[in-house]
């Protein structure tokens, strides 16, 4: 099991609890209502009025009005195609790209549609087109997607190429991760799926009764599945930043039959250096797709991400933020993953530009020897709630929890960059989150 399946599972987050304390957020006007030769290649919480931030035990809260519709698409091959426009940036490539309109990225043949994977999928093919109208099927369809239009770009931009592996657990599910090591760009990129089920362990159970979800299993017993994508990517260039994503579904069911569901996630980026236009189109991409369904999404998961990526022992944070949110569940599921799908289909033209724009920069040792202090300083392995979780839990899979690590870093006794350095700006940066659009 991996990472964002630990996290689905681990409990919201301290720092939500934190900022909903804070400001007591509400939002309102939320709508109601295997193998590599396969390729083709070539909460928030329960159901009532008002959408708010919701601590650890609270119960939830979610609203009702008018949301605006629409989908946010991007595909990696758009921001290709767009890259090969003649005279136009790589910023104005990206947004060309995110406005993509009218096309529902569901349309077509499910077994079809698998060709274009990295590998098939966790669940047979057969049983996908079965359940094609559930959304725990219309949400494994995505992740893989994501996996494979994120890797695909990434290939793209650096020549190598995603070793692909497959793997199973006992328990029930499994999952593939894609990883690329040592490419001309890239010194690790990692994107990983998990489909997982089973039952819920007594711990997790206790953790998610203490979120405020009330279960009632059958003999004890919580049946649940899991499923998400989750990515971290380490250049090796330090004026190309790193950046994570990792979007899931929960999904249990209780004694009568009845289900809980909630979706979580979000896309954050790390730079090394501080690049005001690199930060300003990362987080316009991001806005424009949660606009799209609500325009206080933004702000509201862009405070929760500079608040969960907070290294407290180090007074800063992992970087310079994106968005955050967990335990949605509300107004309904459809419009639910349709936020979620708009935010998985940014991972593309918010990232890639930004990399292609950095490819030639050159860099000095001193560069380099700043870039692996600050990937010494570790949020996943001290902080991350799934990623403790996932290594505490029978069936995990270590390699792919721990595949968010670089393959080097540094650490460096009592380190402190000089006075109007660009590595003292950066730090400026991480220890007074600021808002870039």
């Known amino acids: ?13 301290r720092s939500g609890a934190r900022m909903c304390s804070a400001s007591s957020l509400r939002l309102v006007g ?11 290649r070539g909460r928030w919480s329960s159901r009532v009025t008002g ?41 104005q490539r ?50 893989m997607e994501t996996q494979a239009e994120f890797c695909k ?52 159970a206790r953790q998610m009764r203490s979120r405020g979800k009330n279960l009632k299993g059958k003999d004890g017993k919580l049946p649940f599945i899991a499923m998400g994508v989750s990515s971290v990517i380490h250049p090796k260039n330090p004026h190309i930043p790193t950046v994570h994503f990792n979007y899931r ?35 316009s991409v991001l806005r424009e797709a949660c606009d799209k369904h609500h325009p206080r999404f933004y702000p509201a998961f862009k405070k929760w991400c500079d608040q969960y990526f907070y290294v407290r022992h180090r007074g800063e944070t992992r ?16 419009e639910v993953f349709r936020f979620v799908r708009s935010c998985a289909k940014t991972v593309v033209p918010c990232y890639v530009p930004i ?17 692996q202090i600050r990937r010494g300083r570790q949020f996943n392995l001290v902080y991350d709630r799934g990623v403790k979780f996932g290594l505490a839990t029978p069936g995990s899979r270590i390699e792919s929890i721990l595949m968010s690590l670089p393959l080097t870093a540094r650490w460096e006794y009592m380190h402190e960059p000089a006075p109007g350095t660009k590595e003292a700006e950066m730090l400026e940066v991480l220890r007074s989150p600021k808002e870039w659009i």
């Open 94 to 143: 990206a947004e060309m790209a995110t406005r993509v309109s009218g096309v529902d990225m569901e349309q077509g043949d499910i077994a079809e549609r698998c060709k274009s994977f990295m590998s098939p999928p966790v669940t047979d093919i057969e049983v996908l087109q079965r359940k094609s109208g559930d959304v725990s099927a219309r949400m494994e369809m995505l992740i």
């Open 1 to 13: 099991m991996t990472s964002f399946v630990a996290c689905a599972l681990s409990g919201t987050l």
């Open 51 to 91: 959408l708010r931030h919701v601590p650890p035990g609270s119960a939830g809260g979610v609203a009702s009005g008018r949301v605006r519709k629409g989908v946010f698409v991007a595909t990696g091959a758009a921001v290709l195609l767009g890259a090969a426009v003649a005279g136009v940036s790589h910023f």
């Open 249 to 283: 579904y929960f999904e249990i069911e209780e004694e009568d039959g009845s289900k809980q569901w909630w979706f979580g996630g979000g896309t954050d980026l790390t730079p090394v250096y501080i690049n005001e236009e690199d930060a300003v189109h990362f987080h």
């Open 319 to 334: 970087g310079i933020g994106g968005i955050f949110f967990d335990d949605l569940d509300s107004p309904n599921q459809e």
């Open 153 to 204: 770009a990434l290939e793209e931009v650096d020549g190598g190429t995603f070793r692909v592996d497959r793997w199973n657990r006992e328990e029930g599910g499994g999952g593939i991760s894609c990883v690329m090591q040592d490419g001309k760009v890239f010194e690790k990129a990692g994107v990983n799926v998990s489909v997982v089920s089973g039952y819920l362990t007594e711990e997790a």
């Open 30 to 40: 939320l709508g109601s209502s295997a193998t590599r030769n396969f390729t083709a």
């Open 355 to 371: 990399v292609r724009k950095h490819l030639n920069d050159t860099f000095t040792q001193e560069e380099k020897d700043w870039q």
